[in-house]
């Protein structure tokens, strides 16, 4: 289960971190990401962090955002600054690992709305 929070409307310039819990029966975390979905456009990927804090971004968003994850806290963060009208959207993470049962898993989120006002 992925659990969602920190979106919100913010201006455009402004700054949201968005986070994501992952819980239940995980042995161990591989790869965490963050996707969004604009209104009448397709899921892109933002950002992705694999076990080694190997990091990718999206062109659009470098230097501008950043991942990262607690592997303590099985959670994912994506730090985002200097926001702009076309990053608003819903922000789904996407967690992939291995549970209990050695069996690999994939996870989304809910889904969490960024409203960027110009």
């Known amino acids: 289960q992925l659990v969602e929070s920190g979106g919100g409307l913010v201006q455009a310039g402004g700054s949201l971190r968005l986070s994501c819990a992952a819980s239940?029966?995980?042995?161990?975390?591989?790869?965490m990401a963050w996707y969004r979905r604009a209104p009448g456009k397709e899921r892109e990927l933002v950002a992705a962090?694999?076990?080694?804090?190997?990091?990718n971004y999206a062109d659009s968003v470098k230097g501008r955002f950043t991942i990262s994850r607690d592997n303590a806290k099985n959670t994912v963060y994506l730090q985002m600054t200097s926001l702009q009208p076309e990053d608003t959207a819903v922000y789904f993470c996407?967690?992939?690992?291995?549970?209990?049962?050695?069996?690999?898993?994939?996870?989304w989120g809910q889904g969490t709305q960024v409203t960027v006002s110009s």
């Open positions: 239940g029966s995980i042995r161990s975390i591989n790869r």
């Open positions: 962090i694999n076990s080694l804090r190997t990091t």
């Open positions: 996407n967690v992939g690992g291995t549970n209990s049962n050695y069996r690999q898993f994939e996870a």
